[in-house]
């Protein structure tokens, strides 16, 4: 697991990559939701990505999951500072 931080135009960007298998589709339209267990869930109860991604909101960002083209998962955290 690599963890990336940038910093432009006051825009805090965290940026968190792995190299596993990378997020299914289902789990790239649904990671956020609260309570959200893929199929390929390994025991955690789902709540981690649904606070993330609130707590971007209320710092005027967001969250971005994706895959990588060189194989894995990407979660990138994106907040206003001042």
Do not use: W
Request: charged share 20%.
């Amino acid at each position: 697991v690599q963890v990336r931080f940038a910093l432009n135009s006051g825009i805090l960007s965290v940026f968190i990559l792995d190299d596993g298998f990378g997020f299914s589709e289902e789990s790239l339209r649904s990671a956020c939701t609260p309570f959200y267990k893929g199929k390929e869930s390994t025991g955690h109860s789902g709540v981690g990505l649904s606070i993330c991604s609130a707590l971007c909101k209320k710092h005027g960002g967001c969250v971005t999951i994706c895959n990588r083209d060189t194989g894995g998962g990407m979660v990138v955290l994106k907040l206003k500072v001042s």
